[in-house]
């Protein structure tokens, strides 16, 4: 991808976030997904986007469905704040998965703070087939949130992931702070963690 086509990007995005603070997160997470060639990262982005918005006071949920691209129905991963679709993944993988390329599939712009009515590509949140159990992600389901994250490959990998978007050091105090904003929430509930968020602008 050229240089001009990211700067678009980043721009829209920039643009849809309207806030500065989650649009600046949602440029830094764009950027390390393309320097990554990142594939299939819908699920462990969705985390990482989930615990710096968490930080920033923002609250989502993290959405499993189905997204239809070309008439391809594929299962995902995604965020959803106050019926908005918040979502960095769906470029990397239309963009750098092989099985996109072989079925001629053209990359998806990031879906930041969009109506479900308004996104590039229908979602159906929630829409789980016969066929669910087979994808990658359906393991996840319902999962808590801090097991997922605390059982990545890489140590630590998600909540690093997270504080790189919030261009925050990757410390061991800042590590166990951005844990603390995994707790209380399973992966695909239908409501936000409740328990109160304090803004990094506001302690």
Known sequence: MGKDKRRKIMDRIRTDAVDTDIADVCVRAFREMCGAKEPDGCLSTSAALYLAFRHLGLQTVIR??????????????????????FDIAIYG??????????????PVMPQINRAYCETDIPYFPNKFDEDFKAAGIAPMYMV????????????????????????LPVTPEQIKEIRQMASGYRIGANYPCNKPVVSARQA
Not at 93 to 106: C, D, E, K, M, V
């Open 93 to 106: 993988n239309t963009a750098f998965n092989p099985w996109s390329r072989q079925l001629g599939i053209r």
């Open 64 to 85: 499993m469905g189905q997204v239809e691209i070309e008439g391809h129905p594929f299962y995902h991963a995604w965020l959803e704040a106050e019926r908005q679709v």
């Open 144 to 167: 808590p949130l801090i097991d997922y994250c605390d059982h990545s490959p890489k140590e630590n990998a998600i909540y690093e992931e997270a504080l790189s978007y919030l261009n």
